[in-house]
């Protein structure tokens, strides 16, 4: 296949086909990659499932977005509905067995059920910085302990009781990602803070360079754009680095500068509100008396 084959996966089924599975369950899927009988290569996937992978010994390059993942041996990399995923392997790549554990399942599984309404809490679905979940070794036999007893359930006759029992368990492994997720937080504060520091200067930098008369209001995607993050992970980062969100972080940077600015009577509060990016000035005062508790007429006044 070419490297432009883009495959979408929309069902377990479209899926286990193409790798040579059997589907036991319409839409859930246990599969380890050392036993595929055809594994496509130099293709981009349209994931219309979730999925994690934990990887064992693979070599392939996995490209999301514009970089390129950093999968590691005893790492889970996760995909949700809508990505795109793109997938490298040399020949030699492709005849060497591998095992490659993957948990597949379709949104309609979670309909009517607790974890459909708590998959949008499990932040690293929106993992898109080239990164994936490191798993200590007990930490993986956790994980495919329990891949083991929902490939248990599936070999099982469905009945009223399927699809609790399915998604319970899917939501252990869920559950234990989120916490991989978090605490790498705290191992990589190092990295974190060097990412806060970037952010600051990127903050600084947008209006000293007048990005905003142009531009408008900074948004938190435009940061994250810059640290190659996905906007998801950059707020998670700054929320654990600083207590506060990312976009209220931004706004604490412009309420500053603003009283910076008000402290100069040359300019006018219309064109202090232009040069902050504000589209009219009366949302600069609003914005303004929001977090200040005056409007700029006040502040200034005062």
């Known amino acids: ?80 509905p809508g990505q795109m995923v793109r997938v490298d392997m040399t020949e030699e790549q492709l005849h060497t067995p591998s095992h490659t554990l993957g948990l597949l399942f379709h949104p309609d599984l979670l309909f009517g059920t607790p974890l459909g309404k708590a998959i949008g809490s499990y932040h690293f679905f929106d993992y898109a910085s080239a990164e994936s979940l490191h798993l200590s070794e007990r930490e993986r036999r956790m994980y495919t302990d329990t891949l083991n007893t929902i490939r248990f359930e599936m070999e099982q006759p469905v009945d009223k009781h399927s699809q609790t029992i399915l998604t319970d368990r899917i939501k252990l492994i869920l559950d234990y990602c989120q916490r991989f997720y978090d605490r790498q937080f705290i191992i990589r504060h190092k990295e974190n803070s060097d990412i806060l520091s970037a952010f600051e200067r990127n ?94 007429k006040e502040y200034r006044e005062k």
Request: charged share 20%; hydrophobic share 35%.
């Open 203 to 296: 903050i600084k930098d947008y209006f000293e360079q007048g990005l905003a008369v142009r531009g408008g209001l900074p948004s938190v995607a435009y940061f994250a754009d810059k640290a190659c993050l996905s906007p998801g992970y950059f707020g998670d980062l700054i929320r654990k680095e600083t207590g506060m969100t990312a976009q209220y972080y931004i706004q604490q940077h412009i309420l500053a500068l603003s009283k910076q600015l008000l402290l100069d009577p040359s300019q006018s509060i219309s064109q202090i509100s232009d040069r902050l990016g504000f589209q009219y000035p009366q949302h600069f005062s609003r914005f303004f008396k929001k977090l200040a508790g005056m409007t700029p």
């Open 1 to 80: 296949m070419s490297d432009t084959t883009i495959i979408p996966i929309d069902s377990i089924d479209n899926y286990n086909k193409m790798y040579g599975f059997e589907t036991l369950h319409p839409l859930v899927s246990v599969v380890d990659l050392a036993e595929a009988t055809k594994i496509p290569n130099h293709v981009t996937f349209r994931y219309g499932v979730y999925a994690l992978w934990l990887k064992d010994g693979i070599q392939c390059a996995l490209h999301y977005g514009r970089q390129q993942y950093d999968y590691q041996d005893g790492t889970i990399v996760s995909f949700a």
